[in-house]
């Protein structure tokens, strides 16, 4: 298949096997963005599109950052790449610096990956390097959670729990795992922010512990809201008591971040909008704006240095790292947008937002089909009717609404909405406008 119209060269399309895509019939009929700037994109026919979902959660600063341009820019002149084991640059210990001031408690020692996933597997790791350094080897099961997304790696889909993420590899997933129910009830329909109903759905790690031994349990892992499935929003109280349970029977918490963090909520961290701290935490997409990879994973105090004091001293204590962990470029893109951040009051601006979002999004609550709406901080989930299979209905949606001018994520039969921190109310109406064409246009379409 080549592309014929538009500015673009005609060019073959098959080379490139896309990942999460339909590559067949992507190809048929391909999406091809040209230029992305402030809110919009513009495809490859010249049609502008609103960016409802920051990218995949990860421009919150809007498109096309002068600031973050001309930092990797300054950067690839200075000094393009450094080993980061055995060596470094004064960049990372600067972006871990200002990283842990917007870290809740002690969470402030920074460990560099790549993306999302990577900084998953570290996580994970950490906790297991932990346990042996502190002579409890014993502690290595970890308990995740349904419906859970924690990146693609063996790691990350063990932990995770969306299912056609992991079947193809349930022969090949991680031992000593366990998952807590998800968090999605019947009785939640349509709740706006955090529900009433459901924090005893904690206790199943109280049932898990008590099943396998509380004493062989490494961590515990969560996205505070669970992003990639559509949004969940935890019950009241929910995250309180896993942190109770884990605090109970000495077992690491940790909050997967990755799109909670860096404002989404409404706080640096879903951490501080929950009011509950984790022992490590995940982060990623934001952190740079999105525009160069980087993920890291914050790890309170005492950890870093049970890891560190098992070791003699000239040994390497974390036998973990990556060639692009701490990376110039991706270092020069976190520290523009650190200064973006504090000067234009990010996190602010996404939590003074969020009632009029959410409002506008729950507003959509009339159209035939929908079957439920959540949301919380900047971030939303909208579940439209079942189609024959999982899927279908969501890929269809997503193409109607694409036609109308958005450009969101879908997961499944869910859309995700998470428009950028920089967005004003009109852009939340268009936003919505455009929702309510592109779903209607696709329910008449069936
Ligand atoms: C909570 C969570 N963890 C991990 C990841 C994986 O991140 P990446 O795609 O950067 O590897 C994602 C990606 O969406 C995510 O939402």
């Not at 349509?190 to 512990?209: C, H, M, N, Q, W």
């Not at 004493?215 to 892992?221: D, L």
């Not at 909405?417 to 920089?422: K, L, N, Q, R, S």
Request: hydrophobic residues 35%; glycine residues 10%.
């Amino acid at each position: 298949m080549a592309i014929d119209s538009g500015n673009i060269r005609s060019n073959s399309l098959e080379e490139h096997w896309m990942p999460f895509t339909s590559n067949r019939d992507y190809k048929e009929s391909p999406r091809l963005m040209v230029k992305a700037e402030g809110l919009y994109y513009t495809d490859h026919h010249g049609n502008k599109l609103i960016d409802a979902s920051s990218g995949l959660f990860c421009n919150p600063a809007g498109h096309s950052r002068s600031e973050i341009k001309e930092a990797v820019a300054n950067q690839l002149e200075q000094l393009d790449y450094v080993q980061p084991f055995q060596q470094g640059f004064e960049g990372s210990f600067e972006l871990a610096r200002k990283i842990s001031k917007h870290t809740p408690d002690d969470l402030n020692r920074i460990f560099f990956t790549i993306c999302g996933s990577s900084a998953v597997e570290t996580a994970i790791k950490t906790a297991i390097a932990y346990f042996k350094a502190k002579g409890e080897g014993h502690r290595s099961h970890i308990v995740g959670r349904e419906r859970g997304y924690h990146g693609m790696n063996i790691g990350g889909i063990s932990v995770g729990g969306m299912v056609a993420n992991r079947k193809t590899f349930s022969n090949i997933l991680m031992p000593n795992v366990h998952h807590l129910r998800h968090t999605h009830l019947k009785e939640n329909l349509f709740v706006k922010g955090e529900p009433e109903t459901g924090s005893y759905l904690a206790d199943d790690l109280e049932r898990i512990a008590a099943n396998i031994g509380p004493e062989n349990i490494a961590a515990c892992i969560v996205e505070p809201v669970a992003g990639s499935t559509g949004t969940l929003v935890p019950p009241k109280g929910y995250l309180k008591k896993l942190r109770e349970i884990c605090d109970k029977h000495g077992i690491l918490l940790i909050f997967d971040e990755v799109i909670t963090g860096w404002g989404r909520m409404g706080e640096p961290f879903a951490s501080q909008a929950f009011d509950v701290t984790p022992d490590i935490m995940t982060m990623a997409k934001a952190i740079t704006n999105g525009v160069m990879p980087l993920g890291a994973v914050a790890s309170r105090e005492s950890i870093y240095d049970t890891i560190l004091d098992a070791s003699p001293t000239g040994a390497i204590e974390f036998f973990h790292g990556y060639t692009y962990s701490a990376i110039p470029v991706s270092m020069a893109a976190g520290l523009a947008m650190q200064n973006i951040i504090e000067k234009e009051n990010l996190f602010q601006r996404s939590k003074e937002m969020s009632p009029y979002f959410l409002d506008s999004l729950f507003s959509l609550k009339d159209i035939d089909g929908i079957t439920d709406i959540r949301g919380y901080g900047m971030m939303g989930g909208i579940d439209i009717n079942l189609d024959e299979r999982p899927g279908k209905a969501g890929y269809s949606c997503f193409k109607k609404l694409f036609e109308a001018g958005l450009s969101l994520k879908a997961t499944g039969d869910c859309l995700i909405v998470a428009p950028p921190f920089i967005c004003e109310k009109q852009h939340i109406d268009e936003i919505i406008e455009k929702l309510r064409t592109g779903i209607t246009n696709y329910f008449k379409s069936k």
